[in-house]
């Protein structure tokens, strides 16, 4: 019975952060350094970003149309760094070697940093 009490409180008690989230952010406006996707071109490509996020690491999921496989196809990072701010409930999520970093607001807005010279903006859903 003493056993059961005791499991009852540490199960209790675990944080909160370590409860998976999965975001899923469709592209809404895509920017890059010479003009702005339009929307036929947002809505061909389908340019979408994932964060799958449990404790402390996160895959980063840059998904997009691709025309050879005829559906939405996916290229998958694990996230090198992850900030949290705890006031503002902004996170982070960053790739080095790909130069590649997503920031969900508190709002679920979320900018999206290619590292191949794009930025992409748009609304999240939490999916889980």
Known sequence: MR?????????SNIPAFLAAEEYF?????????DSSYSTAQLQKWMFSVKINH???TATMSRCSFASSAGAVTCDDYQADFIY?????GH???????????VQ????????????????AFGKCDLVK
């Open 84 to 88: 949290e701010d705890h006031n503002t």
């Open 54 to 56: 449990t404790g402390n």
């Open 104 to 119: 969900i607001f508190n709002n679920l807005s979320f900018i999206e940093n290619s590292g191949r010279g794009d930025i």
């Open 25 to 33: 952010c469709p592209v809404l406006k895509k920017l890059n350094s």
């Open 91 to 101: 996170k982070k999520f960053y790739y080095f070697r790909g130069q590649f970093d």
């Open 3 to 11: 056993l059961v009490f005791i499991l009852s409180l540490l199960l």
